[in-house]
């Protein structure tokens, strides 16, 4: 049974900074893509970033575009978020998911981009105020 587990979250000021870790059990990571998510309230799921296999492809959503940084380590099974200049419109819950297939950067990014992943974890909640 694959489980999802997001820590890091809490509540910080604008302009601080936080890091989200996911760990992966029940499931080999070492050659699919991850993704982080957030929701806010009364909207969508969107992706904030993507990374595959082994780092070599990342991708971020325009908001979060050189203030976040995905990284991963296989062997441990985790991924990461570092949140830097952190503002009120990042609030929202923060998803860690894992793609569905292996295969070539664009499949992992058209289903990053429609929020199509296979395994998702319960989340964990940011909350930034200004």
């Known amino acids: 049974q694959v489980h999802i587990l997001e820590s890091g979250g809490g509540l910080v000021q604008a302009g601080e900074s936080l890091r989200l870790s996911c760990t992966v059990s029940?499931?080999?990571?070492?050659?699919?893509?991850m993704g982080w998510f957030r929701q806010a309230p009364g909207k969508g799921r969107e992706g904030v970033s993507l990374i595959d296999y082994n780092g070599g492809n990342i991708a971020y959503g325009d908001s979060v575009k050189g203030r976040f940084t995905i990284s991963r380590d296989n062997a441990k099974k985790t991924l990461y978020l570092q949140m830097n200049s952190l503002q009120p419109a990042d609030t929202g819950m923060y998803y860690c998911?894992?793609?569905?297939?292996?295969?070539?950067?664009?499949?992992?990014?058209?289903?990053?981009?429609?929020?199509?992943?296979?395994?998702w974890g319960q989340g964990t909640q940011v909350t930034v105020s200004s």
């Open positions: 029940g499931l080999t990571i070492n050659d699919l893509a």
């Open positions: 998911a894992v793609d569905r297939y292996g295969g070539v950067w664009s499949d992992h990014f058209r289903r990053w981009s429609r929020a199509d992943f296979a395994y």
